[in-house]
T-cell receptor
Framework: GNSVTQMEGPVTLSEEAFLTINCTYT??????LFWYVQYPGEGLQLLLK?????DKGSNKGFEATYRKETTSFHLEKGSVQVSDSAVYFC?????????????FGQGTELSVKP | ETGVTQTPRHLVMGMTNKKSLKCEQH?????MYWYKQSAKKPLELMFV???????ENNSVPSRFSPECPNSSHLFLHLHTLQPEDSALYLC??????????????FGPGTRLTVL
């Protein structure tokens, strides 16, 4: 079945450091890929998405490129801020095989220090 | 109110209590979801409702009982819970049928503690 694997956290960085959070997926169809973010005490918010191979999703300085050849969707940001401290979830939705339901990774906690 | 709201935000209950979680979406969506978020585990999809009909029940114990009276409201009725049911319960909604994928909008969650 479909699944998502993320790098384990927590990830601790200094402000202005470069961020990469790895995400790989297994899917039998042609999934759409997502990154959600959960700030402390809040629900999940969609951060960015990509619906087909080689698409790049971007938002708030974060980027992720849908790589079909490596089945990856790594999240990157060039210069993190303290306000980026949150839990980041990679997810996929496969409309043809699982009715478009979201399959989440386990989440990666990011802590950014001043 | 905008988006997806959940009440209460925090709930502490004993194992013999009966309580209900409420979710309301103000987005005009036709699908609603309950998820369970436990520490260091992926989100677990519990129930899905499309057009008020339950379409998914992921082997959830019967001590959790969902109710969807209309497309804007979703409840999760709780009774005789166990301490391991302590978690953050998230509600989400989406518009089914518009595209190949469903962007889900989440509420802030109810933090449940079972003593």
């Amino acid at each position: 079945g479909n699944s998502v694997t993320q790098m384990e956290g927590p990830v601790t960085l200094s402000e202005e450091a470069f961020l990469t959070i790895n995400c790989t997926y297994t899917a039998t169809g042609y999934p759409s890929l997502f990154w959600y973010v959960q700030y402390p005490g809040e629900g999940l918010q969609l951060l960015l998405k990509a619906t087909k191979a080689d698409d790049k999703g971007s938002n708030k300085g974060f980027e992720a490129t849908y790589r079909k050849e490596t089945t990856s969707f790594h999240l990157e940001k060039g210069s993190v801020q303290v306000s980026d401290s949150a839990v980041y979830f990679c997810a996929l939705a496969d409309a043809y095989n699982q009715g478009g339901k979201l399959i989440f990774g386990q989440g990666t906690e990011l802590s950014v220090k001043p | 109110e905008t988006g997806v709201t959940q009440t209460p935000r925090h709930l502490v209950m004993g194992m013999t209590n009966k309580k209900s979680l409420k979710c309301e979406q103000h987005l005009g969506h036709n699908a609603m979801y309950w998820y369970k978020q436990s520490a260091k585990k992926p989100l677990e999809l519990m129930f899905v409702y499309n057009f008020k009909e339950q379409t998914e029940n992921n082997s959830v114990p019967s001590r959790f009982s969902p109710e969807c009276p209309n497309s804007s409201h979703l409840f999760l009725h709780l009774h005789t819970l166990q301490p391991e049911d302590s978690a953050l319960y998230l509600c989400a909604s989406s518009q089914e049928g518009d595209s190949l994928y469903n962007e889900q909008f989440f509420g802030p969650g109810t933090r449940l503690t079972v003593l």
